[in-house]
């Protein structure tokens, strides 16, 4: 692992700040423009109206959190899909017939997906925070779960998407890898594997990571602190925040809560409406 507990890195003789980051504010950076306007610009730009997407994914993950909370004995798939319902929200939907059958369909993933769990087997973190520090950066974050099995702990992360995800989405995650490392400094066990498991699918893509490849993305990780220091640097130097925090334009760009403030991302990807995204967006 690149450092160990650093705290400051002398540079020059001058010590350097830790860039502390969780790995959202990382890969915000694959677009320099929303990284500024996500973590810089104060007053935050508004953002467009929210995505019904994200609605169905907070419900579902919150459902799954409380219900390690519930009594073992009441700890069933019905009352998973219960949480669901107790915590619904309408935000993002069309109509309420809409946020109706999206309530259903979530309930339906949420309790499958509990039918297939050990409600006596109490995972060693639920929404747990965990941390890692290198010589360069202290990132942190929160894991959906953390699993313990045959000593060694596995992270899990909920996906809500209408794409089925794949183990090469597992293999690639910053975010799963960064947590990975964290859990396992933060817990004092072992800490390689990773895991997606979507719900609409009930499918589970994993990797194994080696101290090699957590290593690579901790290092991608101290790269992207590097070039988001450069920026601000260049910036406070004078240069202009327009030129430095560029427009990075793709698919991505349809769903960008910041996409009434960037001309270029407009004319990159067309526009969606919030309910877009859904599995069954009719
Ligand atoms: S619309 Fe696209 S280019 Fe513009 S800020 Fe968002 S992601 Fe970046």
Same mark, same amino acid.
């Given at each position: 692992m690149a450092g160990a507990d650093g705290g400051q890195m002398l540079l020059g003789g001058m010590p350097r700040r830790l860039f502390s980051c969780t790995p959202s504010r990382l890969t915000t950076f694959d677009c320099p423009r929303r990284y500024r306007f996500t973590y810089? $610009? !104060? +007053?935050t730009p508004p953002k467009g109206p929210p995505w019904a997407h994200n609605t169905v994914g907070s419900v579902a993950h919150l459902a799954l959190h409380r219900w390690w909370d519930v009594p073992l004995r009441e700890r069933t798939p019905a009352a998973a899909a219960g949480l669901v319902d107790r915590h619904w929200q309408t935000d993002g939907f069309r109509d309420p017939e809409q946020s109706e059958r999206a309530r259903q369909n979530v309930r339906t993933w949420v309790g499958r997906y509990a039918a297939?769990? $050990? +409600?006596? $087997?109490? +995972? !060693?973190?639920?929404?747990r925070t965990v941390g890692m520090r290198t010589e360069r950066l202290a990132a942190s974050g929160r894991v959906d779960r953390i699993d313990e099995r045959d000593g060694a702990l596995v992270i899990v992360d909920y996906k809500t998407g209408r794409r089925p995800t794949t183990d090469d989405d597992a293999r690639s995650s910053l975010a799963l890898a960064l947590y990975a490392v964290g859990a396992q400094r933060t817990l004092r066990t072992p800490c390689t594997r990773v895991e997606l498991h979507h719900l609409p699918s009930g499918e589970v893509s994993s990797w194994e990571h080696t101290p090699q490849s957590l290593e690579r993305h901790v290092g991608r990780a101290e790269a992207t602190a590097d070039d988001i220091e450069a920026a601000l640097d260049t910036v406070a130097s004078g240069a202009s925040p327009d030129q430095v925090f560029a427009p990075v334009t793709g698919s991505q760009c349809s769903w960008c809560d910041f996409r009434r403030h960037c001309p270029e991302g407009q004319r990159a990807a067309p526009g969606k409406t919030p309910w877009d995204a859904l599995a069954d967006a009719d």
């Open positions: 810089i $610009d !104060r +007053p297939t769990l $050990d +409600p006596a $087997d109490e +995972p !060693r973190g639920v929404e």
